[in-house]
């Protein structure tokens, strides 16, 4: 009886921290996609996935084609937003942006960003755009 009750807590705990996480992705995309409008960013896709990968937005700026990892953090306890991207992340990008262009080869020029968005308590919202990191 002990054992499953440590385990139903333990259960209900990452529920909510899955579910916690979700909701701070959730609300950072919002916020990134709304940034970037403000910034002149044309967003022609949101979430725009392809087999196993995905693009968290897909913009257009000054006839160029941006592809943008979006991370945000509640705090800077594990690090901060934008050093979450990994090389996994960076190849699961070009991956999705090679079959994006495969399907709409009419762009001739891309870049990859990262905005990174920092929520913490009782502070303005932080925007942090990293531009053209992989070139």
């Known amino acids: 009886m002990y054992i499953c009750s440590t385990l139903r807590i333990e259960i209900i705990y990452l529920k909510r921290s899955v579910a916690k996480h979700n909701q701070t992705v959730r609300t950072g995309e919002t916020l990134g996609i709304a940034w ?8 022609k896709e949101q979430n725009w996935r392809h087999s196993r990968w995905e693009v968290d937005a897909i913009g257009e700026k000054d006839s160029v084609l941006h592809f943008i990892e979006i991370k945000t ?3 800077k306890k594990f690090g901060l937003p934008e050093e979450r991207v990994g090389n996994r992340k960076i190849q699961n990008l070009i ?8 399907i709409n ?9 990262i905005l990174s968005i920092l929520i913490l308590k009782e502070e303005p919202v932080d925007y942090f755009l990293i531009e053209d990191v992989f070139l």
């Open 36 to 43: 970037l409008q403000k910034k002149g960013y044309t967003i």
């Open 73 to 75: 953090r509640r705090s």
């Open 95 to 102: 991956n999705a942006a090679e079959e994006y262009l495969h």
């Open 105 to 113: 080869p009419q762009w001739k020029r891309i870049q990859f960003d």
